[in-house]
T-cell receptor, first 113, second 110 residues
Framework: GQQVMQIPQYQHVQEGEDFTTYCNSSTTLSNIQWYKQRPGGHPVFLIQ?????EVKKQKRLTFQFGEAKKNSSLHITATQTTDVGTYFCAGEGTTDSWGKFQFGAGTQVVVTP | SQTIHQWPATLVQPVGSPLSLECTVE??????LYWYRQAAGRGLQLLFYSVGIGQISSEVPQNLSASRPQDRQFILSSKKLLLSDSGFYLC?????????FGQGTRLTVV
């Protein structure tokens, strides 16, 4: 079955530095979503990528969907303390798995001032 | 270990029929539990959350209701399903920076 894996599990970043978290699926995805969960909060939708090779930006966040639609990445530039939280990717499968999202385990980001 | 179970994985129901989706967790006590629904193009939308038995908070008005009869059980219900209730529903257990997700239910109302 479809499996979504996220790396790294933990990311310690110095404020001002850049970092990237990666999401890999064992099968081709129809689309992928990214969520952010602040400490004590619940996952909040950030973005959805649908097209092969798609790149979207939200201020300091850059999201990319791989050409084969099996990988995705989230790159944050000039990290700020407000970026603290856990970032989840969720992939929607194709054909038999259509309409079902599987979440990665998340990347917990800690920002050091 | 901490696990979350959600069932069924797929459900086809006629319009006007009742709905009951169940979510249970293991390996914890007094968890914060959440029901989400996939909104087209907008990702998962929070429907209900519960911080304890009998405590339900609703985020959006709709044809659904939720109940927390036991500490580790969270149920999503409807008395009469509408066509617009079709979609993907996801249960989640969240504690601080960790979130555990059920397998999700793909509901088709016909």
């Amino acid at each position: 079955g479809q499996q979504v894996m996220q790396i790294p599990q933990y990311q310690h970043v110095q404020e001002g530095e850049d970092f990237t978290t990666y999401c890999n699926s064992s099968t081709t995805l129809s689309n992928i979503q990214w969520y952010k969960q602040r400490p004590g909060g619940h996952p909040v939708f950030l973005i959805q990528l649908v097209k092969s090779g798609e790149v979207k930006k939200q201020k300091r966040l850059t999201f990319q969907f791989g050409e084969a639609k099996k990988n995705s990445s989230l790159h944050i530039t000039a990290t700020q303390t407000t970026d603290v939280g856990t970032y989840f990717c969720a992939g929607e499968g194709t054909t038999d798995s259509w309409g079902k999202f599987q979440f990665g385990a998340g990347t917990q980001v800690v920002v050091t001032p | 270990s901490q696990t979350i179970h959600q069932w069924p994985a797929t459900l086809v129901q006629p319009v006007g029929s009742p709905l009951s989706l169940e979510c249970t967790v293991e390996g914890t006590s007094n968890p914060n539990l959440y029901w989400y629904r996939q909104a087209a193009g907008r990702g998962l939308q929070l429907l209900f959350y519960s911080v304890g038995i009998g405590q339900i908070s609703s985020e959006v008005p709709q044809n659904l209701s939720a109940s927390r009869p036991q500490d580790r059980q969270f149920i999503l219900s409807s008395k009469k399903l509408l066509l617009s209730d079709s979609g993907f529903y996801l249960c989640a257990w969240i504690i601080n920076t960790d979130a555990f997700f059920g397998q999700g239910t793909r509901l088709t109302v016909v």
